[in-house]
T-cell receptor, first 114, second 112 residues
Framework: GAGVSQSPSNKVTEKGKDVELRCDPI?????LYWYRQSLGQGLEFLIY????????KSGLPSDRFSAERTGGSVSTLTIQRTQQEDSAVYLC????????????FGQGTRLTVV | DQQVKQNSPSLSVQEGRISILNCDYT??????FLWYKKYPAEGPTFLIS?????DKNEDGRFTVFLNKSAKHLSLHIVPSQPGDSAVYFC???????????FGTGTRLTIIP
């Protein structure tokens, strides 16, 4: 596709349920990032994938959060046993990695935990 | 540990005047800096970047200045237009680690 695609665009879930958020990066981009933005906050780094290297998971806030990137393309961010504080906009971005740090963002998934 | 800081959460500027948004960083390993613009309900969009080998980069109405000794960068928008009203984030990365570290953002409002 022409840009980074995220689905769903909105997700409302009950506390304690698991959710999966999907990201389709720009074709050919080797780097993929997940960030989240809570209400009134900045962009909080979660995880970074670069090619076949081990992902940088240093931003994941707890072991309830995990992410995969299959075949170097699509990524899924999974949040288990969701809590109300997980409510935020989850943003995915991709870039050419070491060739260019300019990252292109998707429109985000707004997650609301009730 | 906030490595990239935007100390002004908001800024209002008259249309046609210059907007100056500031950003400070603490990590001396950062060597590439970017500005992103974000409208509500949209993802951030890339605006302009600068490498640490330069102290200025210009693109139309947008100019980014980098002062490495002060670990400070700024974004100048001139003349400011109503469509510039948005939240602006600065971001930084280090050679060999392309992870982008973002500031908390500055909400710019252009007053017609």
């Amino acid at each position: 596709g022409a840009g980074v695609s995220q689905s769903p665009s909105n997700k409302v879930t009950e506390k304690g349920k698991d959710v999966e958020l999907r990201c389709d990066p720009i074709s050919g981009h080797t780097a993929l990032y997940w960030y989240r933005q809570s209400l009134g906050q900045g962009l909080e780094f979660l995880i970074y994938f670069q090619g076949n290297s081990a992902p940088d998971k240093s931003g994941l806030p707890s072991d309830r959060f995990s992410a995969e990137r299959t075949g170097g393309s699509v990524s899924t961010l999974t949040i288990q046993r969701t809590q109300q504080e997980d409510s935020a906009v989850y943003l995915c971005a991709s870039s050419l990695g070491r060739l260019s740090t300019e990252a292109f963002f998707g429109q985000g998934t707004r997650l609301t935990v009730v | 540990d906030q490595q990239v800081k935007q100390n002004s959460p908001s800024l209002s500027v008259q249309e046609g005047r210059i907007s100056i948004l500031n950003c400070d960083y603490t990590n001396s390993m950062f060597d590439y800096f970017l500005w992103y613009k974000k409208y509500p309900a949209e993802g951030p969009t890339f605006l302009i970047s600068i490498s640490s080998i330069k102290d200025k980069n210009e693109d139309g109405r947008f100019t980014v200045f980098l002062n490495k000794s002060a670990k400070h960068l700024s974004l100048h928008i001139v003349p400011s237009q109503p469509g510039d009203s948005a939240v602006y984030f600065c971001a930084a990365s280090a050679w060999g680690n392309e992870k982008l570290t973002f500031g908390t953002g500055t909400r710019l409002t252009i007053i017609p």
